[in-house]
């Protein structure tokens, strides 16, 4: 399983997230303490926003502990909204166009998890796309026609969540026909370079992790798989079956049932 970590708030260099936290996410790139294997080893991403409305995105398929550009680039970016992800390959290849985050237009999107049996009935995900956002699929993952099926979604009117349950529901519809269980076990995050959005839920009972905690000193949202320090104490716990809304320094939970 993944690893993933996001921030929302005034900017901060990527490292104090990405690098420098005892329990930082390339810590927890090899040693996860929330997830079923604690290597995650296949690529790793950053997207970020600044100064134009499209994130900027860095991915590739080394370890995120053995990528030297990744520690120049989280020592040098600095940014008020940014996501960062650790990958364990559920079964797809691990390639460039497979690691996260994903991006679209403002969009960028990350997720920890997997439709069961994915592989099975791939080609079945691939027709769900519509034809105008087809040229967009680049990789092999599940994670990337959810994406791609939450975008159509945003754009023809839908918010963010019904978006997301609603692409999430149609993939585990087809795991439930074709695939095999667990037919679903999900933590996402999604943003639009203002707003900053995590889910969780599991179709069981083991639905991945995700914390949140308000940062004073830094003045910012951290939301990730794992918390960043152990002695930080005051790390919430987002309830399966729930997603939540960061902007400015408001949270919004609300339930979340695909």
Not at 34 to 61: C, S
Not at 151 to 158: Q, V
């Amino acid at each position: 399983m993944c690893r993933w970590a996001a921030y929302l708030g005034a900017p901060i260099f990527m490292e104090e997230v990405v690098v420098q936290p005892g329990h930082s996410l390339i810590h927890q790139s090899q040693e996860a303490e929330e997830a079923k294997t604690a290597i995650n080893a296949d690529g790793f991403g950053v997207a970020w926003y600044n100064h134009r409305a499209e994130p900027g995105l860095y991915r590739d398929v080394l370890p995120a502990w053995s990528d030297p550009n990744l520690r120049a680039i989280a020592h040098q970016v600095k940014s008020h909204l940014f996501l960062a992800h650790v990958r364990a390959s559920t079964g797809s290849a691990t390639s460039r166009n497979n690691c996260h985050p994903f991006a679209y237009k403002q969009w960028s999107f990350m997720h920890n998890g997997q439709i069961g049996g994915f592989e099975g009935f791939r080609k079945q995900a691939d027709m769900l796309i519509p034809d105008a956002l087809y040229h967009k699929r680049q990789g092999a993952t599940d994670s990337e026609v959810l994406f791609l099926l939450m975008m159509d979604a945003i754009e023809r009117g839908e918010t963010v969540p019904h978006a997301l349950e609603n692409a999430t529901r149609a993939l585990m519809d087809l795991s439930h026909r074709f695939g095999t269980t667990p037919h679903l076990r999900l933590s996402a995050a999604l943003s639009d370079g203002t707003s900053l959005w995590a889910a969780r839920c599991a179709s069981d009972q083991h639905a991945p992790s995700v914390y949140y905690r308000w940062s004073e000193s830094r003045q910012g949202w951290a939301v990730v798989s794992e918390p960043l320090d152990q002695d930080e104490g005051d790390w919430i716990s987002l309830p399966s079956g729930h997603i939540a809304r960061f902007d400015g320094r408001d949270v919004t939970v609300e339930p979340f049932q695909p």
